[in-house]
C-alpha cells in the first residue's frame, strides 16, 4: 500500500501559491493511478517511488512546477516538443490548465508502472565525448623528440594509451600546470609506464 509522506506536505506548503495547486493535483493523479506509490524526497523535491523505484517527480521553481517520470524517454505521451523547456518534460507548468488531463496523466502513470514491473531499464543519457587525437601536440612532441626512450615507449604505446597522455596534458587550463604535466609525463613514459600505471 502506497503511503504520503510529511514532508512533501511541508513542501507543498512551503511553495509558491501558484504553485500549490498544480502540485495538489499532481499528486492526487498518481496516488489514483498508483495506489502502491511511496513518497519520498530526492533531490530535495517530491518524488513517488512504486516497487522501490524511482516513478516519477515533481519540483516547484519561483514561476513554474516540473514533472516528469524517471522513465521518460520511455513513456509515450505523444508531444516530445515540450521536453527541454524545463527540467521535467512537461514543459513550464504555471497553471493547473497547463498539465495533461487526469485520463493522460493516469495513463502516462501506468505506462510508468508496467515499465517496472517488466523491469525495463532507463536508458543512458551519457553524452559522447570528442575523441581525442592519439598525435602528441606540438610542445609534447618537442619534449619527446629530446628523450629518446620516452619518444619510443610513446610510439610503441596503443592509440588508447598515447590519447590518455595527450588528453591529459591538453586538458591543462594554465601554461604551467601543462608544462608540469608534460615533464612528468616524459618521466614516467622514459620508465615505459602509461598514463594511469599507479592503477594497473
Known amino acids: 500500500m502506497g503511503n504520503r509522506d510529511p514532508r512533501v506536505d511541508a513542501y507543498i506548503d512551503k511553495a509558491p501559491e501558484f504553485a500549490r495547486p498544480i502540485l495538489v493535483t499532481l499528486?492526487?493523479?498518481v496516488h489514483t493511478s498508483c495506489p502502491e506509490a511511496e513518497e519520498t524526497l530526492k533531490w530535495r523535491s517530491p518524488s513517488f517511488l512504486y516497487r522501490g523505484k524511482i516513478?516519477?517527480?515533481m519540483s516547484a521553481f519561483k514561476q513554474h512546477v516540473a514533472f516528469g517520470f524517471w522513465k521518460y524517454s520511455l513513456i509515450d505521451t505523444g508531444d516530445e516538443g515540450k521536453q527541454g523547456d524545463a527540467m521535467g518534460?512537461?514543459?513550464?507548468?504555471?497553471?493547473?490548465?497547463?498539465?495533461?488531463?487526469?485520463?493522460?496523466?493516469?495513463?502516462?502513470?501506468?505506462?510508468?508502472?508496467?515499465?517496472e514491473d517488466a523491469g525495463v531499464k532507463a536508458p543512458r543519457t551519457k553524452?559522447?565525448?570528442p575523441k581525442v587525437s592519439a598525435e602528441p601536440p606540438a610542445d609534447l612532441a618537442k619534449a619527446l623528440a629530446r628523450n629518446k626512450k620516452?619518444?619510443?615507449?610513446?610510439?610503441?604505446?596503443?592509440?588508447?594509451?598515447?590519447?590518455?597522455?595527450?588528453?591529459?596534458i591538453t586538458e591543462a587550463k594554465r601554461p604551467e600546470t601543462r608544462e608540469?604535466?608534460?615533464?612528468?609525463?616524459?618521466?614516467?613514459?622514459?620508465?615505459?609506464?602509461?598514463?594511469?600505471?599507479?592503477?594497473m
Not at 518534460?89 to 508496467?114: C, E, H, N, W
Not at 620516452?150 to 588528453?167: G, I, N, Q, T
Not at 608540469?180 to 592503477?199: F, L, P
Open 127 to 129: 553524452s559522447p565525448r
Open 150 to 168: 620516452a619518444r619510443l615507449a610513446f610510439e610503441a604505446f596503443s592509440p588508447s594509451h598515447r590519447r590518455e597522455y595527450v588528453e591529459w
Open 27 to 29: 499528486r492526487e493523479a
Open 89 to 115: 518534460q512537461f514543459g513550464r507548468i504555471t497553471a493547473v490548465k497547463d498539465l495533461p488531463s487526469k485520463r493522460d496523466l493516469a495513463r502516462y502513470v501506468k505506462q510508468a508502472m508496467a515499465l
Open 55 to 57: 516513478l516519477c517527480g
Open 180 to 199: 608540469r604535466r608534460i615533464a612528468q609525463a616524459v618521466e614516467w613514459m622514459a620508465e615505459g609506464k602509461s598514463r594511469n600505471w599507479k592503477y
